[in-house]
């Protein structure tokens, strides 16, 4: 690398945005100048989604018709033959790759397809966000031989997510758990996938394309997929008597701790904490706080050796395994509230758009002669 360059574009500036803002040394995330922790408090995620794509916080009439757009059958259904390709695909196909095929086959049936004005992104972003979650669950039952379940216009994005999964209406408090959830994955600033969303939305190419360049980043154990690979650790270490040996082998081995370590904050991810208590309360729910135990302890442990604090994705998996969902739809769970973000994102480029095209630092020769093969 040239330079004081650290790689991975540490610290890089890419571009201004309004979106999104992370204070890593005091552990802050603002979404559009509001702080995550408020949101979370006093918000719903379809008022975080329309804060995030529009830039303020909606009055009451525009909410109303934006959660109509956002929960209206005709938004979340899915093109019958989606389906069809759904049931077309070996069982075994992990969700992140359904949900990567699914957002492709959309644009196929999306009828602003080719349109990349603002209001014809804006319209394939409610879709999106609105069909999202209806791709991920039925994948969940087709895989498992079941009928998709029809979307509910009664419930909002998360209680309708937990029903088609299920076909039973959710308890309140997983309700309010993964609308919580959904709120703190929504956006956070030039991650990996948000940045792939851009790159792919700055040649002036579709938001589906963005989404699925996202989708491709999101799944990565480095980025969205740790909430499933942290969930595999619990499994490995069974029980919280376990925990304490099991985590100072794995750091005496070198190994990396899914959960842990975040390239912006120095502080603890604010977003883990909101999660710890919310996977606290639904594993008292159901009678089993076992996994929290567990990873109260690997906390614990890896905060006091290695000086690294828990991040989002080390709590969320406990708190979506005590409702019953299966530890490979954990990132695709990431994506249904992440695309929120993306597609803001996809909106603020194209509307102040320059190709992302940087330079590479070649290191190799320069001026060697061609040998033909039978000289090599
Ligand atoms: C998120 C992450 C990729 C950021 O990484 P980064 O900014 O590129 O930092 P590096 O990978 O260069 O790590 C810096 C140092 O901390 C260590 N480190 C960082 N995260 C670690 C982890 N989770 N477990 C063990 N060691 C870790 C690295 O080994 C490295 O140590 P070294 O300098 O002695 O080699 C990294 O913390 C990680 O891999 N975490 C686990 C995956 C995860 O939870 N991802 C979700 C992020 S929200």
């Not at 075994?92 to 397809?113: E, K, N």
């Not at 966000?129 to 087709?142: K, N, S």
């Not at 099991?246 to 990396?256: E, Q, T, V």
């Not at 739809?329 to 695309?339: D, Y």
Request: aromatic share 6%; net charge positive; glycine share 8%.
């Amino acid at each position: 690398m040239s330079g004081e360059q650290k790689g991975g574009l540490e610290d890089v500036v890419v571009s201004t945005s309004g979106i999104c803002f992370i204070d890593g040394n005091e552990g802050r995330l603002v979404y559009r100048g509001y702080d995550v922790n408020e949101l979370v408090e006093r918000s719903s995620f379809e008022e975080v989604v329309f804060l995030l794509w529009h830039g303020d916080l909606p009055s009451r009439n525009a909410l109303a018709a934006h959660t109509r757009a956002l929960t209206s059958t005709a938004n979340r259904r899915l093109p019958p033959k989606l389906i069809d390709i759904l049931r077309a695909l070996p069982r075994r196909t992990a969700p992140m790759d359904v949900l990567r095929t699914g957002v492709s086959v959309l644009a196929a049936f999306d009828p602003d397809g080719g349109d990349n004005s603002r209001d014809a992104t804006l319209r394939k972003s409610i879709r999106l966000t609105a069909q999202l979650p209806t791709l991920v669950a039925a994948w969940e039952r087709v895989r498992r031989g079941r009928p998709p379940v029809t979307p509910t216009p009664r419930l909002g994005l998360a209680g309708n997510f937990l029903y088609m999964l299920s076909g039973k209406t959710p308890t309140a408090l997983a309700v309010k758990t993964f609308d919580v959830g959904l709120i703190l994955h929504a956006d956070h600033e030039f991650n990996a996938s948000t940045f792939a969303a851009r790159v792919t939305a700055a040649t002036m190419s579709d938001v589906h394309s963005a989404i699925t360049s996202a989708i491709g980043a999101l799944r990565g154990p480095l980025h969205g997929g740790a909430n499933e690979q942290v969930m595999r650790m619990v499994e490995q270490i069974r029980t919280p008597e376990r925990a304490e040996d099991w985590i100072r082998k794995a750091l005496a081995d070198k190994a990396r701790v899914m959960g842990f370590g975040h390239r912006v904050y120095r502080v603890e991810d604010p977003r883990a904490r909101h999660l710890r208590r919310l996977a606290g309360e639904l594993g008292r729910q159901v009678g089993d706080t076992g996994a929290v135990e567990i990873l109260d302890t690997v906390a614990r442990v890896v905060s006091a050796d290695k000086h690294l604090h828990p991040n989002v994705d080390l709590y969320s998996g406990a708190a979506y395994a005590s409702m019953g969902i299966p530890t490979d739809q954990f990132t695709p769970i990431f994506a249904i509230s992440r695309v929120a973000g993306w597609t803001a994102h996809v909106m603020e480029q194209h509307g102040n758009n320059r190709l992302i095209r940087p330079r590479a630092d070649y290191t190799g020769p320069t001026r060697l002669s061609y040998v033909p093969a039978d000289r090599r």
